[in-house]
């Protein structure tokens, strides 16, 4: 009688493996909320761009850019690379007036 009540007192002290489990289990779930508090944090000290449309038009700039860059190195006709560096420059001047880099 004593060893059962010894044994049911071990009981009461020792977790079984379902029990650590439900630590383990408990444990991540907090590091997830955790980690996602921290990225909320994150972001909203560094507010994203969401405009689609401005977003879309600052790429279509500089791909404009790209494109008329490398004409730009590749054209030897002093009259096209004159209207090139025009062109550069009125996206430059877009870019800039959007906020955006060239590159």
């Known amino acids: 009688m004593v060893e059962a009540a010894s044994d049911a007192a071990t009981k009461g002290k020792r977790m079984g493996d379902a029990g650590e489990g439900l ?3 408990q444990n991540r779930i907090q590091e997830r909320i ?3 508090e ?3 944090a994150r ?3 560094h507010p994203a761009d969401h405009d689609p449309e401005r977003l879309r038009h600052i790429e279509s700039l500089r791909l404009a850019y790209t494109e008329l860059s490398r004409q730009f190195q590749a054209t030897t006709h002093i009259t096209r690379r004159q209207q090139l560096t025009s062109a ?5 001047r877009q ?7 060239t590159h």
């Open 88 to 92: 550069l420059t009125e996206l430059e």
């Open 95 to 101: 870019l800039k007036a959007l906020g955006a880099r």
């Open 34 to 36: 955790d980690e996602r």
């Open 38 to 40: 921290e990225e909320r």
């Open 43 to 45: 972001r909203a000290s």
């Open 23 to 25: 630590i383990d289990a």
